[in-house]
């Protein structure tokens, strides 16, 4: 989880994204895309096709938060809920 897309660009390797080794969404669970430039620049799209972002979000952050040493009950947790506590779990 980033704070901000430019963290996020900072972090990934250009590698990995053209190996498809990342699931992207922002904190509205719109799904993104990330891509890489020829000069092997990475960079974030937006997807223009409704997708499902929503619930495949929630459902990464409800296994995320169910695993570790320290699991939390996400049970009945709306999205924004799922984000500031697995925020708080960083």
């Known amino acids: 989880m980033f704070d901000s897309a430019s963290d996020l660009i900072a972090w990934v390797e ?3 994204v053209k190996e498809g080794a990342y699931e ?3 904190s509205e ?3 993104l895309d990330l891509l890489v430039s ?3 620049q ?3 799209e937006e997807r223009t ?3 499902a972002g929503v619930e495949a979000l929630a ?3 409800r296994e995320s938060l169910a695993s570790g040493r320290v699991t939390i009950d996400s049970r009945g947790m709306d999205l924004t809920s799922l984000i500031e ?3 708080r779990r960083r």
Do not use: H, P
Request: aromatic content about 8%; some cysteine.
């Open 59 to 61: 459902k990464l952050l």
């Open 14 to 16: 250009a590698i990995d």
């Open 42 to 44: 990475v960079f974030i």
């Open 29 to 31: 669970g719109r799904q």
């Open 49 to 51: 096709v409704e997708d």
């Open 24 to 26: 992207c969404y922002d």
């Open 85 to 87: 506590a697995a925020r």
């Open 38 to 40: 020829g000069a092997d």
